[in-house]
């Protein structure tokens, strides 16, 4: 049993993590869009590099979560193999289960599985909805990137398909045709 304590009590902690990781998000996200919205390149690239950082580490924790989730399902007696373990189930299950070995453990012990209950609870409570908050700016994020991204390989397509017929570009960024650039000389037509 002490074991299973010790897993819900890791648990918990990766809740927390996650909750901590997803708050730390929000300003990367804010300093993307505005170096977004001023051109600013180096900015993003320097965000878009801690923003990767950052997606590692969630998604480090989010394997952690699930792997811990699942050896204490095993513990439970628990298959949630064909079922979406969400919090929601996860805190139905666990609250069962404590209600199921009430008779089986220790006043003790019991006592500790209800107060890491509890604590599970409140976590679950502020993660989701710290993820409420989070998953739609997350949302908005993607969909600036995509609509930037669809712009970039539009204008790369262009400049490309411009550079196969042979186009050129003065100072000014005017486009210019290589084939029809004249070297100085007149070509009128002249009537014989």
Do not use: W
Request: glycine share 2%.
């Amino acid at each position: 049993m002490e074991e299973l304590l010790n897993l819900i009590i890791q648990f918990n902690d990766i809740l927390r993590k996650q909750i901590q990781s997803y708050l730390e998000f929000l300003p990367i996200l804010d300093e993307e869009e505005i170096a977004i919205s001023n051109y600013d390149l180096a900015s993003l690239e320097k965000m878009v590099i801690i923003k990767d950082q950052h997606s590692r580490i969630a998604q480090s924790l989010e394997e952690r979560r699930v792997i811990v989730l699942k050896k204490i399902c095993y513990m439970m007696a628990f298959d949630p193999r064909g079922q979406n373990l969400s919090l929601k189930l996860f805190k139905f299950t666990f609250s069962t289960y404590i209600k199921n070995i009430k008779t089986l453990v220790g006043e003790v012990t019991y006592n500790k599985l209800l107060e890491q209950e509890t604590t599970f609870n409140e976590i679950s409570s502020e993660f989701e909805k710290t993820f409420e908050v989070v998953y739609p700016r997350i949302y908005r994020n993607q969909a600036i990137l995509k609509k930037l991204m669809k712009n970039v390989s539009l204008s790369i397509s262009l400049f490309q398909s411009e550079a196969e017929v042979g186009m050129n570009y003065d100072s000014l960024g005017k486009a210019q045709s290589l084939t029809n650039k004249n070297n100085g000389l007149s070509s009128m037509r002249v009537k014989a």
